[in-house]
């Protein structure tokens, strides 16, 4: 079992930004793929950013140039650094934690956090 905690979350204006972090304890191993997802108030879940096993990164088309996913290994924690934020934005955001492809697609994942609220605000 993989234990996921987001936090991070809160208000912020247009424009500004926001960090989340996601804590995953429990059987960790070096071989998962974490993620963030967000959903808006009625609209699916949908994919936002991946850091894979390997580090690599992944980031969907709506925020790359925008946000950066990144992971400190030292404190199994991953970073969801928001910038220049939109209304789009808003919604919750959940850490995902899994080891298969594809990246984008929630079956993909197995551990879910219980998400972070992200509210927009002018």
């Known amino acids: 079992q993989v234990l996921l905690t987001e936090s991070g979350g809160g208000s912020v204006q247009p424009g500004g930004s926001l960090r989340l972090s996601c804590a995953a304890s429990?059987?960790?191993?070096?071989?998962?793929?974490i993620a963030w997802f967000r959903q808006a108030p009625g609209k699916e879940r949908e994919f936002v950013a991946a850091?894979?096993?390997?580090?690599?990164?992944v980031h969907a088309d709506p925020v790359r140039g925008r946000f950066t996913i990144y992971g400190d290994t030292t404190t199994n924690t991953v970073f969801l650094e928001m910038n220049r934020i939109i209304l789009e934005d808003e919604g919750i955001y959940y850490c995902?934690?899994?080891?298969?492809?594809?990246?984008?697609?929630?079956?993909?994942?197995?551990?879910w956090g219980q998400g972070t609220r992200v509210t927009i605000s002018a």
């Open positions: 995902a934690a899994g080891r298969t492809t594809p990246l984008s697609w929630t079956a993909s994942y197995d551990y």
């Open positions: 850091l894979t096993w390997s580090m690599s990164t």
């Open positions: 429990g059987r960790t191993s070096d071989d998962l793929n």
